[in-house]
């Protein structure tokens, strides 16, 4: 009659909360912070839910969050009244995990033997809500979703199972409580019950939230000479208690650059972007004049697992005066720099504006190529000032910044001076195309490369024997997105592209053509016009001709393609693609 239906946590889930229970991260603060962040998104869902929506029957009046502690009961309430959840909704998003990354977390977890290793791995795989596990032995979950009148009770102590049961009493909105753990409120340092440590957590890792958050006003000290009468008045105080907000909801984007720490930077990338780690660059930028706007963007240090997938969305928020307005704005940057997190606040924009009109808008193109060019200008700077720091960008990043050689022309120059790639020079490290140009031998004019699927396929290539030979330098290009650049990308510094395993490349061009050698060349020409021809009609169904050819040494022939012709790994590519 209870209507209470037990289910079991999807497998993956149920790991993660083994892992949880048993106090993996070294800071369990953290908890907050995520339960915080999470009222913060359903309030910022409401509100626009509302906005879109005229007809949606909720209460937008006092948006907020309450943080309750009850140290006799030693629980600890996270409440907001935001958009709140369905039942089926609570099944979907709090009994498992949608994240892809998981389950590939957990297998390098479990075949992570070093524990420093491990805590490292930990300290950069988010678990949002889950979190609450480490402080908590029961946490219940009570929701109602704007303009629904059932609400959800969730409650679960981690080990397995959770129930659903259906709540009348609940208001608009969730409220998260957690039973903390006993062991946890003796130690001073974990003591999640006391709101003197809850309301440092908040300001330390939660002060930017633009949604007050409230708690219980601090019992004001004690007045000093006064008798009886103050005594009642305290107890007054403690039956009604003020509340007060804890934090200061300043946007970051707005506050001048020197008021802002780094930590709080990396604590608000944190909140946007659901990662865990913090990021490589912060980048802010501030435009006035006719389009105002301000812009607080960051490269994270790692990769996200589905940057390849094909409805992989653009990282950065729209604002506008403070109001959030959507999440993947792509309007706002183009898709081979969909890594890029961050919040632009525009000052102009109606609050009702759509993706499309967006698409549209001349000055939102404007703001996107001034944001575009100082993302570029950032990763160069970072190429010159820390470039241990670009290494990881570019081992995180660089396929997906090739993409940009493709479509944008305007910048093309821009992307190819941040590529390195790897070389037959030296095995270990990458060359810029520039420090290649500055190496070119006496007389080369062409910057050589070679595709394949790896670097040993492409260095025990035929094509490779006459280039090493004579010692001219070969990219070794292993990305599949090389394969498509290279097509689209004529030269760089005004020194043409060249594939070494298509067309002519007639090595001699480069530096020591003379007759002798040309007058050896005819010779053979003739010597050998019979066979070729003979050949060439023989093997007319596989090729288009047959030639002599002065760039192999050891090998005695290879294929190559016409100058135009599609590389054998793009031919893949479009085969898998179905073309
Ligand atoms: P994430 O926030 O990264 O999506 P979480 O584990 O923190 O992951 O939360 C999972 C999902 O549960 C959220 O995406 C959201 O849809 C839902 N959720 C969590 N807390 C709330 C809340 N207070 N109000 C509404 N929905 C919530
Ligand atoms: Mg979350």
């Known amino acids: 009659t209870t209507g209470i239906e037990t289910f079991e946590f999807q497998v993956e889930a149920r790991q993660l909360l083994q892992l ?32 879109r929506d005229g007809n949606l029957e909720a209460d937008t009046s006092d948006l907020h969050i309450a943080i309750e502690v009850d140290k006799e009961q030693r629980t600890l309430t996270v409440r907001d009244n935001g958009i709140g959840m369905s039942h089926d909704e609570v099944v979907q998003l709090i009994g498992t995990i949608a994240n892809s990354g998981t389950a590939k977390f957990l297998q390098e977890l479990k075949e992570s033997k070093d524990a420093a290793a491990s805590q490292d791995l930990i300290g950069q795989f988010g678990v949002g809500f889950y979190s609450s596990f480490m402080v908590a032995d029961e946490v219940t979950l009570l929701t109602r979703r704007a303009g629904e009148s059932q609400g959800t009770r969730w409650e679960s102590s981690g080990e397995g199972t959770y129930s659903i049961a259906p709540a009348d009493d609940a208001p608009q909105g969730t409220a998260v409580t957690l039973r903390l753990k006993p062991e946890d409120t003796e130690d001073a340092l974990y003591d999640y019950a006391s709101p003197r440590k809850v309301r440092e957590i908040v300001k330390r890792y939660s002060d930017f939230i633009t949604w007050p958050i409230r708690m219980a006003a601090e019992a004001p000290a004690k007045p000093a000479a006064d008798s009886e009468e103050a005594g009642d008045d305290s107890a007054e105080e403690a039956a009604a208690p003020e509340v007060e907000t804890v934090n200061s909801m300043k ?10 720490t780094d930590d709080e930077y990396h604590e608000f990338y944190k909140h946007i972007s659901h ?21 607080l963007l960051f490269i994270p240090s790692r990769a996200p697992q589905d940057l390849y997938m094909r409805d992989h969305k653009r990282g950065v928020q729209l604002y506008v005066k403070r ?42 193109q404007l703001m996107r190529r001034r944001l575009v060019k100082k993302v570029l200008s950032t990763v160069k700077d970072t190429m010159s000032g820390a470039p241990e720091r670009y290494t990881t960008f570019w081992k995180e990043f660089g396929p997906v910044l090739k993409e940009g050689l493709l479509g944008d022309f305007e910048n093309r120059e821009a992307i190819l001076d941040l590529c390195s790639f790897a070389t037959t020079r030296d095995a ?23 595709t394949g699927e790896s670097r ?30 290279v097509d689209a990308v004529p030269e760089f510094d005004g020194k043409p592209l060249r594939s070494i395993a298509k067309g002519q490349v007639d090595l001699d061009t480069d530096g020591e053509k003379d007759e002798e050698t040309e007058a050896e060349r005819e010779r053979q020409k003739q010597d050998y016009a019979d066979l070729l021809s003979w050949m060439t009609t023989t093997l007319s169904d596989s090729v288009k001709e047959v030639r002599l050819s002065s760039r192999l040494t050891t090998s005695p022939a290879c294929i190559v393609g016409d100058t135009h012709d599609a590389s054998p790994q793009l031919q893949n590519i479009y085969k898998a693609m179905g073309q």
């Open 20 to 51: 949880m229970i048993h106090s993996i991260y070294s800071n369990k603060d953290v908890f907050l912070r995520e339960l915080v962040s999470n009222a913060s998104d359903a309030l910022d869902k409401l509100r626009l839910e509302s906005l």
């Open 428 to 450: 270990e490290e990458p060359t810029t195309l520039r420090q290649y140009v500055e190496r070119m031998k006496e007389g080369q004019e062409h910057l050589y490369f070679m």
């Open 251 to 260: 946007a970051l984007w707005a506050r001048s650059k020197d008021e802002v």
């Open 275 to 295: 990662d865990w780690s913090n990021p490589l660059e912060t980048i802010r930028m501030q435009a006035e004049g006719t389009f105002e706007y301000q812009s």
């Open 456 to 485: 040993s396929m492409v260095e025990s290539s035929p094509h490779m024997e006459a280039f090493r030979e004579k010692g001219f330098e070969v990219l070794v290009l292993t990305d599949p997105i090389d394969e498509l650049w």
């Open 323 to 364: 109001v959030f307005i959507m999440d993947d704005c792509e309007a706002l940057m183009p898709e081979y720099l969909r890594f890029v997190k961050g919040v632009v606040d525009a000052a102009d924009l109606s609050l009702n504006v759509s993706r499309e009109a967006l698409q549209q808008d001349r000055q939102i």
